[in-house]
Nanobody, 125 residues
Framework: VQLQAFGGGFVQAGGYLRLSCAAS????????MGWFRQAPGKEREFVAS????????YYADSEKGRFTISRDNAKNTVYLQMISLKPEDTAVYYC???????????????????WGQGTLVTVSS
């Protein structure tokens, strides 16, 4: 399974970005997908996840209402739409995949088997 994340960049506070993560080498529709982020000097933290079907989505409390995770199984791609960005959102954002049809939150990074290379998001104040 290969995951490639892209779409990061430099934005002003209050701006928006859409991250994408393209998957290959797997049956994408059988994978639960997640987004995590890691700021300098901090541990990697959960941002959002989405079930294999896209029916259920989960978010970290700090992202609720500002971030939206979605997926297009026909394109083997998961997205993270981010609005009202804050300087504290600055981090490297990683997409991750775990096989299975579970419907749980899966906010523990240790439960994911595959990771993309990360894309940097920088939000200036």
């Amino acid at each position: 399974v290969q995951l490639q994340a892209f779409g990061g960049g430099f934005v002003q506070a209050g701006g928006y970005l859409r991250l994408s993560c393209a998957a290959s080498g797997c049956s994408f529709s059988s994978y639960h997908m997640g987004w995590f982020r890691q700021a300098p000097g901090k541990e990697r933290e959960f941002v959002a996840s989405i079930t294999w079907s896209g029916v259920s989505t989960y978010y970290a409390d700090s992202e609720k209402g500002r971030f939206t995770i979605s997926r297009d199984n026909a394109k083997n791609t998961v997205y993270l739409q981010m609005i009202s960005l804050k300087p504290e959102d600055t981090a490297v954002y990683y997409c991750a995949a775990r096989s299975g049809y579970g419907t749980r939150r899966y906010d523990d990074r240790l439960t994911y088997s595959y990771w993309g290379q990360g894309t940097l998001v920088t939000v200036s104040s």
